[in-house]
């Protein structure tokens, strides 16, 4: 892109960087550790395009030594914000933080800013997702998302393959066990019993398209010995509005959550999405500079749990038991496992999906030989850089198909969706699920 044309995209930063920004900046000794895992420089082989690089980048617009309008928010933009720089890092960076804050310093355009907004509020704002996802579902459960979405080219493709492989591959009930309804905040359950209690975090793409993730999720929950709570007034977890770098809106949506899961008197908060997980983690870092939410950011964040550490502590207590011990059908077949880095790299979250899958009977686990690689789908990522994207993605899609699986297995829905989509294109019919929906279909 000529530089003009950058300029006219992205306009100027708009705040100076924290102070809180600049130590972290300042902790990169600049080893280049980071820089052979990190999944654009490996595409573009570009030293701006890699963590190093990006780094750099934010110390010079730190400093006042580099356009902000031109190089800075290109190479900001092209990261996938995938993290992998951040599990090899001696030093302990913290690099998601410091995109998250460098991408709020990026003004764009008028009309790109109108355009990012509209697009998040349709799929987060309560009242206008509700008419998105009731669309969406209707595409999908028609057919039209599927069969249009193999035809069609360009982004209105892209985004009807994107929702074709948000389908239940088991149905919407694998299971005869109806999830219990949750009890209320404001009526919690007994405490002598042993039984623990959760919220689940519901979300808006968990929501209006993954009911049947949610509903295996609480059946699978309440096989072990954990009861729902309500948790009224939550919401979107922000991590998307974080990743666009608009931080005022992410922490609003934030504070209604600290608020809400606040009036819950629950052991855990549970999420099935590794993107919302590493937001509702990520809370004390959007809150550093204001302290009375930081100390309640931090009290949330210890009760944040996924899915899948909830049900590897289970099988853990019970020496392989709960979680699965009640399983009452083998599942015969193969599953690839791959991580999504919102749980791999942004939670540290490494072992216990494996751990639960391969506690179940009958399935053969294997994790993806790039397991710990990006996906590429990266939020809305592969919508605006498909390119990148696609080639981020070739290496994923070349190993599912190679091994012959029954099914791949991943907890996050951007990572279902994308890998589920490319699949499509490639005409490769091999369902793209969440774990629990497996550990779910063990119970028959
Ligand atoms: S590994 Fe860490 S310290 Fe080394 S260059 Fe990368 S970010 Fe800097
Ligand atoms: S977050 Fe991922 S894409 Fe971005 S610099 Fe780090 S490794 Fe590279």
Redesign the pocket.
């Known amino acids: 892109m000529p530089e003009a044309a950058i300029g006219e995209e992205y306009g100027t930063v708009s705040q100076a960087p924290s102070r809180i920004t600049e130590e972290l900046l300042g902790a990169c000794v600049h080893c280049g550790f980071?820089v052979p895992?990190?999944?654009?420089?490996d595409i573009l082989r570009e030293e701006n395009?890699?963590?190093r690089g990006?780094l750099y980048l934010m110390l010079a617009e730190a400093d006042g030594r580099v356009d902000p309008a031109g190089a800075f928010a290109v190479h900001l933009d092209?990261?996938?914000?995938?993290?992998?720089?951040?599990s090899v890092c001696p030093a302990g960076v913290p690099?998601?933080h410091l995109?998250e804050q460098a991408r709020a310093r990026i003004r764009r355009r008028p009309a790109t800013r109108r355009r990012q907004r509209w697009v998040l509020s349709a799929l987060t704002r309560p009242d206008a997702s509700k008419l998105t996802y009731a669309a969406a579902r209707f595409l999908r459960s028609t057919g039209l998302a599927g069969g249009l979405g193999r035809l069609l080219p360009g982004r209105a493709g892209q985004l009807l393959r994107l929702l074709a492989a948000t389908r239940p591959a088991f149905g919407l009930g694998a299971s005869s066990l109806r999830a219990q309804p949750p009890r209320l905040g404001d009526d919690p359950p007994d405490k002598d019993d042993d039984r623990e209690t959760y919220a689940l975090l519901t979300g808006c793409v968990m929501e209006g398209l993954f009911e049947h993730v949610h509903a295996a999720t609480r059946r699978s929950l309440a096989r072990s010995g954990y009861d729902e709570v309500e948790a009224p007034g939550q919401a979107c977890c922000g991590a998307l509005h974080a990743h666009a770098g608009q931080l005022d809106e992410a922490r609003q949506h934030a504070r209604r959550n600290i608020e809400a899961f606040e009036r819950t008197d629950c052991d855990w908060v549970v999420t099935n999405s590794a993107g919302c997980g590493a937001g509702l983690k990520d809370y004390p870092a959007w809150f550093a500079q204001e302290p009375d939410w930081l100390e309640r950011a931090e009290a949330l964040t210890g009760r944040v749990r996924d899915v899948t550490e909830i049900l590897a502590v289970e099988l853990e207590r019970s020496g392989g038991g709960s979680a699965t011990a009640g399983a009452t059908r083998a599942i015969e077949g193969r599953v690839g496992y791959d991580a999504p880095?919102h749980l791999h790299h942004a939670q540290g979250v490494l072992d216990q999906p494996l751990d639960v899958l391969r506690a179940l009977p009958g399935l053969e686990v294997e994790a993806l030989p790039s397991s710990a690689h990006?996906c590429g789908g990266a939020g809305m990522y592969n919508l605006e850089h498909p390119e990148l994207a696609d080639l981020v993605r070739a290496t994923k899609l070349g190993e599912i198909q190679r091994g012959g699986y029954d099914w791949i297995a991943t907890g996050n829905p951007g990572c279902i969706m994308y890998l589920g989509a490319g699949l499509l294109r490639a005409g490769d019919r091999t369902p793209v699920v969440h774990p629990v929906e497996l550990v779910d279909r063990a119970w028959g």
Request: charged share 20%; with cysteine; proline share 8%.
């Open positions: 980071c895992v990190c999944p654009t420089w395009d890699s963590p990006r092209r990261c996938l914000g995938c993290r992998a720089c951040e690099y998601g995109l880095c990006c």
